[in-house]
């Protein structure tokens, strides 16, 4: 165990920052809407029971966020964030709302023919909102049952966008049919969009102009009940969970569960983009084999799998436009690409039980002679973890498929790295790097992904 037990509700509220990023929200938006979820739940008098299960649920309800990121950039050759955060501001199950915003989003910045070429494209795939609901609501529900939280908080994730009506997604689901606490997130996090975007009377107006389409009547009517409440919603300033969260039901963390959770987000960061399948979890076991060789402390060892596991967590704020691009990078795309490890490191540090892992997961692309980034640390600067780390992301990037070229096979990656020892990598993690790739019992073999053409960046 660690020196004090962490509520589980205080570290995945941390982290939830990292799902409002991959959404295109402001920091703050999930924990803003288990505050007003949790407030209807109050006022509809719900067992505590039920109520730890919807906690959770609003924590967790984005999930899934990074499952159809790549596609929905790809439709709209536009940035998923943009297009979630926007599209969260209209009214998409009719057709004339969703078709204005889908005009204003897509191909910003394209010819007129690009972008009528775009909206015909979208036109003629078969259900789209369907299909990118489906991707996000499923994942979402795994990640919460991989977590080991109740089939009730995975099925209100699952129903997160059914609407009253039977005109949501993904499954058409109408009135009760819906969970509850599904009906509750999704007038929660509807009504935080609003009122974080345009105040409260936008947010209540739109929970009654919806009233008996998306959201359940009743739900709305318990809204009204705590309009006024102008302390509640000051409050929503600065969320302060542990005043909501079910007595006596505190979920705590121990080593184990800080593995599940690392595991779980480690799956998150790796569905943003299809180039990066298994990108976290590869990295992970390439320095866990360099770490176990080179005789670090069993400690060390788990904090620095942990570590590989949320080091690309910062590449949740990174648009898929970016991440996916066959092209050559401009100037301004690798800026951004830059700045992944430091938000990395910044959403690491504000979580207990991971934020002594913040400075090793941030300093992946730092270099022994201090031409790495974005910190430009070297030298002793550079702990063994961070060296093993750096060493791992490199060799597991190589032998994966990028879009702009196929993946290396283990001699020619370990080649190239060989180039930077001992200037830029580390020696002894290197050597411990090529003994690991030459233990069969580690299991990495090269990527089978490969692109289906290669563009020099």
């Known amino acids: 165990m660690r020196p004090r037990e962490i509520a589980a509700s205080e570290l995945l509220g941390a982290l939830s920052h990292a799902l409002d990023i991959a959404e295109g929200e402001p920091p703050g938006h999930a924990q803003r809407s288990c ?39 790809a439709l709209f050759g536009a940035d998923d964030h943009t297009a979630k955060r926007t599209s969260k501001l209209v009214d998409w199950a009719r057709p004339i709302p969703a078709f204005a ?20 494209a979208i036109g003629a795939e078969h259900d789209v909102t369907r299909s990118l609901m489906a991707a996000r609501c499923e994942r979402g529900a795994e990640i919460a049952r991989m977590l080991g939280f109740s089939p009730a908080t995975a099925e209100a994730i699952r129903a997160l966008d059914e609407h009253w009506d039977g005109n949501g997604q993904p499954r058409g689901l109408r009135g009760a049919e819906i969970p509850l606490a599904a009906r509750i997130l999704c007038l929660a996090q509807t009504v935080e969009v609003f009122y974080t975007a345009r105040g409260l009377d936008a947010g209540y107006r739109t929970a009654e102009k919806r009233s008996g389409r998306w959201f359940d009547p009743a739900l709305v009517e318990t809204l009204g009940a705590f309009r006024a409440d102008a302390e509640f919603w000051a409050a929503l300033d600065e969320p302060d969970l542990s005043a909501v969260e079910p007595p006596g039901r505190t979920m705590l963390a121990d080593e184990g569960e800080l593995d599940r959770i690392a595991d779980a987000f480690a799956l998150i960061i790796d569905a943003k983009s299809p180039w990066t399948h298994r990108h976290s979890d590869r990295t992970s076991a390439i320095a866990a084999g360099i770490a176990e060789r080179l005789g670090l402390a069993a400690s060390a060892r788990r904090d620095l799998r942990r570590a590989a596991r949320l080091h690309d967590i910062g590449k949740l704020g990174v648009s898929n436009r970016i991440l996916d691009k066959r092209g050559r990078l401009t100037d301004a795309e690798r800026a951004a690409i830059k700045r992944h ?26 270099r022994l002679d201090g031409g790495g980034y974005p910190f430009g640390w070297g030298g002793d600067e550079l702990s063994p973890p961070m060296r093993i780390l750096a060493v791992s992301d490199v060799y597991e990037a190589l032998t994966a498929a990028r879009p702009y070229r196929a993946a290396f096979d283990a001699a020619r990656a370990l080649e190239i790295i060989r180039a930077d020892v001992p200037r830029r990598l580390d020696a002894d993690a290197f050597a411990a790097l090529e003994a690991t790739v030459r233990d069969p019992r580690a299991g990495l073999e090269v990527s089978s992904r490969r692109a289906r053409r290669t563009v020099a960046r």
């Open 341 to 366: 490890p430091e938000l990395t490191r910044g959403i690491l540090e504000r979580v207990p039980g991971f934020s002594d892992l913040s400075e090793i997961a941030g300093a992946h692309h730092e």
């Open 101 to 120: 915003w889908s005009l204003r989003v897509v191909a910003p910045g394209g010819s007129l023919g690009e972008r009528v070429q775009r909206l015909r």
């Open 35 to 73: 505050l007003i979820g949790m407030r209807l739940a109050e006022e509809l008098e719900l067992d505590a029971a039920t109520r730890s299960d919807l906690f959770y649920a609003l924590l967790l309800k984005d999930a899934g966020c990074s499952a159809n990121a790549a596609r929905m950039a």
